[in-house]
């Protein structure tokens, strides 16, 4: 069972960053993909960025510019460099892995965090 430990959120002013970190129970070269993923009151869970274990990533769109996923595999840990917030960035933050490459399709992620915070209010 693999456990990840999400932490970083907080209150931010727009414009403002914020780093969150992904801590993994087991080697993060040990799974193939890890993700975050979004979700704000009344809105459906979107994904955010994607790294796989070769350090191939995917981003959203609307985020691409802004946010910076990475990892450090010596931290177990994966990294969402979020800059330029928005007031629309607000939601809880969610880390998640699983097997196989990229995707957005949030079944294919069978570890998932308890997800941190993010606000962003002036």
């Known amino acids: 069972q693999v456990q990840l430990v999400e932490s970083g959120g907080g209150l931010v002013q727009p414009g403002g960053s914020l780093r969150l970190s992904c801590a993994a129970s087991t080697s993060i070269s040990s799974l193939d993909v890890v993700a975050w993923y979004r979700q704000a009151p009344g809105k459906e869970r979107e994904q955010v960025a994607s790294?796989?274990?070769?350090?191939?990533?995917n981003y959203a769109d609307s985020l691409k510019g802004r946010f910076t996923i990475d990892r450090d595999n010596s931290k177990n840990t994966v990294y969402l460099q979020m800059n330029s917030l928005k007031p629309e960035d607000a939601a809880v933050y969610y880390c998640?892995?699983?097997?196989?490459?990229?995707?957005?399709?949030?079944?294919?992620?069978?570890?998932w965090g308890q997800g941190t915070q993010v606000t962003v209010s002036s």
């Open positions: 790294i796989t274990d070769g350090g191939s990533t």
């Open positions: 998640a892995a699983g097997a196989g490459g990229i995707t957005s399709d949030s079944g294919r992620y069978s570890y």
